[in-house]
């Protein structure tokens, strides 16, 4: 399985951005993904997640009422849409799948099996 995430940039305070996670290999739905943050000094952090099959999500609390995160199953790509930003949400976002995590654990990095490479999101006040 290959993850390729994509659609980071700079952006001025206040405004969007929307990630994409596309998946090859493997069949995204049937896999749990989420959203990874990682910012200079500090650890990775769990932005978001979606389960596979039904879809439930999970949000970090700094994510909540900002971010959605989707899936296209057709596109095989999941998605972070980010908006309202603010410069703490500067940081590489990775995306990460796993085949069994569940809703409780979507939230430690340990748990997912396969990483995609990070894409920069810089936010300035």
């Known amino acids: 399985v290959q993850l390729q995430a994509s659609g980071g940039g700079l952006v001025q305070g206040g405004g969007s951005l929307r990630l994409a996670c596309a998946a090859s290999?493997?069949?995204?739905?049937?896999?749990?993904t989420g959203w990874f943050r990682q910012a200079p000094g500090n650890e990775r952090e769990f932005v978001a997640g979606?389960?596979?099959?039904?879809?439930?999500?999970r949000y970090a609390e700094s994510a909540k009422g900002r971010f959605t995160i989707s899936r296209d199953t057709a596109k095989n790509t999941v998605y972070l849409q980010m908006n309202s930003l603010k410069p703490e949400d500067t940081a590489v976002y990775s995306c990460?799948?796993?085949?069994?995590?569940?809703?409780?654990?979507?939230?430690?990095?340990?748990?997912?099996?396969?990483w995609g490479q990070g894409t920069q999101v810089t936010v300035s006040s």
């Open positions: 990460a799948a796993g085949a069994r995590v569940i809703w409780s654990s979507m939230n430690n990095p340990e748990n997912y099996d396969y």
């Open positions: 290999g493997a069949t995204f739905s049937r896999y749990t």
């Open positions: 979606i389960r596979g099959g039904g879809g439930s999500t």
